[in-house]
């Protein structure tokens, strides 16, 4: 699929697509998707102690803003490692 300005998308597809660096034109793979966000969704639910469904608007509404906070850390990072490799 190719990333575009003028489409709407899921939160949480917009979240991966923000952990990529993906950028309009891009084109992307949606079976990678799946993999990563059912691969954060068990990641979640172990760290918050949630049996194998998600099944509470509440649970998904966490999972998601919880998604955006650790790719905006892990760009973070990336950020101050990037920095510090241009430097050496």
């Known amino acids: 699929m190719i990333v575009s300005d003028s489409d709407q998308y899921q939160p949480r ?3 991966w697509l ?3 660096g993906a950028a309009n034109g891009d084109e992307v793979k949606m079976y990678e998707f799946q993999i990563w966000a059912s691969s954060k969704a068990e990641e979640f639910k ?3 102690n ?3 469904y998600m099944t509470r608007k ?3 509404d966490r ?3 919880w998604l955006d906070s650790q ?7 990336r950020g101050v490692q990037d920095d510090f490799n241009q430097a050496v």
Do not use: M, Q, W, Y
Request: charged share 30%; net charge negative; glycine share 4%.
């Open 46 to 48: 172990k760290i918050n």
């Open 18 to 20: 923000k952990s990529l």
């Open 71 to 77: 790719v905006t850390e892990e760009i973070a990072r």
């Open 58 to 60: 509440e649970d998904h």
């Open 63 to 65: 999972f998601t803003a």
């Open 50 to 52: 949630i049996g194998p």
């Open 13 to 15: 597809f917009c979240i």
